[in-house]
């Protein structure tokens, strides 16, 4: 029973490792306790006698992206809108981001110009004291189903890099649907 016990207090001395899963739809989620003791005895295998590991939960930062964009001439602004969200949200997909992965919107104003139809990216007008090329706001309420991270972006952000807290963190598009706002403001 002591030795239970003594491995639930962190070790100070210890490599920490930090852990996310998916949901039922896959969505991120922190784990249970006991799939972290399942990774814990996998892990036990590998490691040296004097090697410790303490497996936490990562922290998820929902987040929320508004966009404006201009369509090319005689192009369908609905049809090139659809596809400008559907590439903001492949640029989101999950599988694709890492623990400490910041957000550079470059990359993602980049993907953005790539759509057919689109003939520039815009930087929204409304709430954009940055004049930032694209707007990423943090989705935080529990309420609403977000993790309840609250996570100030602006002063995250640095020369057009949205970097994560120096706590090991996500930034996770979960509501694709509702949090991706996208407007067409014209035709270049």
């Known amino acids: 029973m002591a030795k239970k016990q003594a491995s639930r207090i962190p070790n100070p001395l210890a490599l920490n490792m930090y852990v996310l899963g998916y ?3 896959k969505k991120l989620a922190n784990l249970n306790q006991a799939v972290k003791e399942n990774l814990r005895t996998y892990l036990g295998q590998y490691r040296m006698v004097t090697d410790a590991i303490n ?6 930062i929902n987040i929320g992206v508004k966009f404006e964009i201009m369509t090319r001439p005689n192009y369908n602004k609905n049809e090139v809108l659809v596809r400008a969200i559907e590439s903001v949200k492949t640029f989101f997909n999950i599988d694709r981001w890492q623990v400490n992965q910041p957000i550079v919107l470059s990359d993602l ?3 953005l110009s790539l759509v057919d139809g689109v003939s520039a990216v815009v930087p ?3 709430d ?10 943090n989705k935080y309420k ?7 991270n609250l996570y100030d972006i602006e002063a995250a952000t ?4 949205i970097y994560p807290s120096l706590d090991p963190s996500i930034f996770e598009l979960k509501y694709p649907g509702t949090d991706i706002e996208g407007r067409v403001v014209g035709d270049g």
């Open 109 to 111: 104003v980049y993907r």
């Open 124 to 126: 929204p007008k409304e």
């Open 158 to 161: 640095k020369n057009g890099i």
């Open 142 to 148: 529990t309420a609403n189903g977000y993790s309840g």
């Open 55 to 60: 497996i936490k939960n990562a922290y998820v």
């Open 128 to 137: 954009n004291l940055a004049s930032l090329p694209l707007i990423i706001t």
């Open 23 to 25: 949901d039922s739809k």
